[in-house]
């Protein structure tokens, strides 16, 4: 069985079985999505073709989402973190205090 990429590329891959759940939810097998370069998140198509599925990679939420928020706010240093949580949990447990 040849695994059809989005790309062109094809790449040999056993043919592998997979059980449809109630929800109508199939698990891709791990040597396919090696093949096509699938990783958790990534969008992918399902395409009729005759009497046959093919499925192909669409993109990656990684790609689509990369620099998203760069910009947006300065980074904050490992000793700014620290404060930002020793000052939630100082507050957190003044609050519980009733004070």
Known sequence: ML???AY???????ERLAV???????????EIRKALGIEEGDRVSFVVDE????????GSVVARTAGAFKGRAPAMTVERLREAAEEGM??????????
């Open 3 to 5: 695994v059809s990429s």
């Open 8 to 14: 062109g590329e094809d790449a040999p891959v056993r």
């Open 20 to 30: 449809v759940t109630r929800k109508g939810q199939v698990t891709i097998p791990v």
């Open 51 to 58: 009497d046959e599925v093919k499925l192909r990679r669409t």
């Open 90 to 99: 100082s507050e957190d447990a003044l609050r519980r205090a009733g004070g």
